[in-house]
């Protein structure tokens, strides 16, 4: 099966189960006060210990997210007592928070295993597939730096019931898929702002400066912080144009689609510790879980 169309249906499968795990999430959320972004740092702080949580560290699988707003969530969840400052710019879970987190991601997994329409021994089949896949991509040698799959490992659970190993196998892979296109486009040395306006101009999500800083506000930058990404384009000859209507050269084309190449080509390296049959196997797994999850026949 191409693999490329496997990691579709592994996506899809992975969106088809978090309904069935959100209103744990949504009802702690409402009791602890959390947001989505403040449970993706509360969770990157239970991977990161024994180390500190800090704004360098998650800005190291998510470089496109400006400092200052990393550093003001984390002095918000600070003053909900969800962290400490152990040092400047430095911060641990406290003791509440470290157990409401293994609370809630207990609460999650029993949704999931109540959840999971497939017979016992094809349900422990497809997450010891994915499993085998998770573990390949977290044992391949460099390229890329497993640090983000070597995270989300710490969190994968015991393999019974299926259905969340299943599950925390794909976060990993997912967390592989952000190490291989960091290593895509980390050694040509530009900005991560630039790397991802580039990357909008190229999918045809953005137009302008304009639309480009409406589009990325959620990261926390300025307007200006995109107007300087743009003017780093056009001195690597990959853009041209006002910042009112930038133009991807035939160069900066080129250059966004070998960092798509390079993503996949690192990304998919381990695929080839299943074989053809297994494959095919694990994507027909996929789509009856994909489909009974969804409400349909599994």
């Known amino acids: 099966m191409d693999v490329q169309a496997l990691w579709q249906r592994v996506r899809e499968v992975w969106e088809a189960i978090f309904p069935h795990y959100e209103p744990v999430m949504g009802r702690l959320g409402r009791e602890y006060g959390l947001d989505g972004p403040s449970w993706g740092i509360l969770l990157a702080a239970l991977t990161f210990e024994p180390e500190t949580t800090s704004t360098a560290r998650l800005q190291v699988r998510t470089p496109y997210t400006a400092a200052a707003l990393y550093q ?48 016992p021994a094809d349900s422990a089949r497809l997450a010891g597939l994915l499993g085998r896949l998770a573990r390949a991509a977290l044992e391949t040698p460099p390229p890329p730096e497993p640090w983000s799959i070597r995270l989300s490992w710490k969190l994968m659970p015991p393999e019974t019931p ?81 910042d009112e209507a930038p133009r991807m050269t035939a160069a900066g084309c080129a250059f966004r689609e070998q960092v798509e190449a390079d993503t996949d080509r690192y990304f998919f390296a381990p695929w080839s510790s299943l074989g053809n049959s297994e494959q095919e196997e694990m994507g027909r797994l996929l789509s009856r879980l994909r489909d009974g999850l969804q409400g349909g026949p599994a």
């Open 162 to 242: 299926p259905l969340p190993y299943a599950e925390q196998a794909i976060s990993c892979l997912n967390a592989y898929r952000d190490d291989a296109h960091l290593a895509a486009w980390r050694p040509s040395g530009l900005s991560a702002t630039a790397l991802e306006a580039l990357t909008l101009l190229w999918r045809g999500q953005a137009d302008s400066l304009e639309t480009l800083s409406s589009r990325l506000a959620y990261r926390g930058h300025p307007p200006v912080v995109y107007a300087e990404a743009l003017a780093e384009l056009r001195s690597h000859g990959w853009l041209e144009g006002p």
């Open 72 to 119: 003001a969530r984390l002095e918000a969840l600070t003053e909900k007592g969800h962290l400490i400052e152990v040092g400047s710019g430095e911060y641990r879970l406290t003791g509440v928070a470290r157990r409401m987190l293994l609370r809630a991601i207990e609460e999650m997994r029993d949704r999931m295993a109540q959840a999971d329409p497939l017979p």
